[in-house]
């Protein structure tokens, strides 16, 4: 399973990626505005800041949310960086362009997927990814994990090439659950891909370790 991080916060990108296990990075307009990142110039430039620490896909979200401003949006995003994935809201429009994007080439990454019909409707068009969103569905008292079961077995059973990144992750259950799930991608915040490393027994162990070896050594 590859993990990507879910941040525009380039001291935890880099953080994960000195980590060795970051495989690409995601953001959203939210994240962006977490980091005070506004105007164009700015976020272009934050982009390919973030792409110049990682070496995997960078998901980059356009504003439009009408066909043509999509495509606008997306290709100036594309061009920017050749790890760039054009990030899509699953909508009627985004699915439009989605389908364009794939026709160019372009890596996409659908997002707001909270159903099975909708990641089916981004994997005909030819999403790169579809994310649905578990922490949010689980905040609204529906399972996200089985979410991600349902669109991996679909995706099996059809044999799209979409993968499953699995998004709105927010602590390593979550982590842990997709990998049984089989989603191809987590994107995570740092504190739960850390997280990951936590276990008593490993620090009691380590501590067992460093003093029986002092005991000998001085
Ligand atoms: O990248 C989008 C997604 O991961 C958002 O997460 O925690 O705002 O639901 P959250």
Redesign the pocket.
């Given at each position: 399973m590859k993990f990507f991080i879910?941040t525009a916060n380039l001291e935890q990108i880099k953080e994960a990626q000195d980590l060795g296990v970051l495989d690409g990075v995601?953001t959203?307009p939210?994240l962006m505005a977490k980091e005070g990142i506004g105007g164009e110039e700015n976020i272009l430039k934050h982009y390919k800041d973030i792409c110049d620490i990682v070496d995997g896909d960078v998901s980059a979200e356009v504003i439009s949310t009408d066909y043509e401003g999509m495509i606008v949006e997306g290709e100036k995003l594309a061009s920017l960086h050749p790890q760039i994935v054009v990030k899509v809201p699953v909508i009627k429009e985004g699915i439009k362009a989605i389908k364009y994007f794939s026709s160019k080439g372009i890596k996409t990454n659908c997002t707001l997927v909270f159903s099975v019909g909708q990641a089916l409707l981004a994997a005909k068009a030819g999403a790169t990814y579809v994310s649905p969103?578990i922490?949010?569905l689980d905040d609204n008292s529906t399972d996200g994990v089985q979410l991600i079961e349902q669109i991996v077995d679909m995706f099996e059973m059809y044999e799209f090439e979409t993968q499953v990144l699995a998004?709105?992750i927010?602590n390593t259950m979550h982590i842990i659950k997709c990998v049984e799930a089989g989603a191809d991608v987590a994107?995570c915040p740092l504190s739960a891909i850390e997280g990951l490393l936590n276990h008593p027994l490993t620090d009691i162990g380590l501590a067992q370790f460093l003093s029986d070896f002092k005991k000998v050594n001085g």
């Amino acid at each position: 399973m590859k993990f990507f991080i879910d941040t525009a916060n380039l001291e935890q990108i880099k953080e994960a990626q000195d980590l060795g296990v970051l495989d690409g990075v995601t953001t959203n307009p939210s994240l962006m505005a977490k980091e005070g990142i506004g105007g164009e110039e700015n976020i272009l430039k934050h982009y390919k800041d973030i792409c110049d620490i990682v070496d995997g896909d960078v998901s980059a979200e356009v504003i439009s949310t009408d066909y043509e401003g999509m495509i606008v949006e997306g290709e100036k995003l594309a061009s920017l960086h050749p790890q760039i994935v054009v990030k899509v809201p699953v909508i009627k429009e985004g699915i439009k362009a989605i389908k364009y994007f794939s026709s160019k080439g372009i890596k996409t990454n659908c997002t707001l997927v909270f159903s099975v019909g909708q990641a089916l409707l981004a994997a005909k068009a030819g999403a790169t990814y579809v994310s649905p969103f578990i922490g949010r569905l689980d905040d609204n008292s529906t399972d996200g994990v089985q979410l991600i079961e349902q669109i991996v077995d679909m995706f099996e059973m059809y044999e799209f090439e979409t993968q499953v990144l699995a998004a709105s992750i927010r602590n390593t259950m979550h982590i842990i659950k997709c990998v049984e799930a089989g989603a191809d991608v987590a994107t995570c915040p740092l504190s739960a891909i850390e997280g990951l490393l936590n276990h008593p027994l490993t620090d009691i162990g380590l501590a067992q370790f460093l003093s029986d070896f002092k005991k000998v050594n001085g």
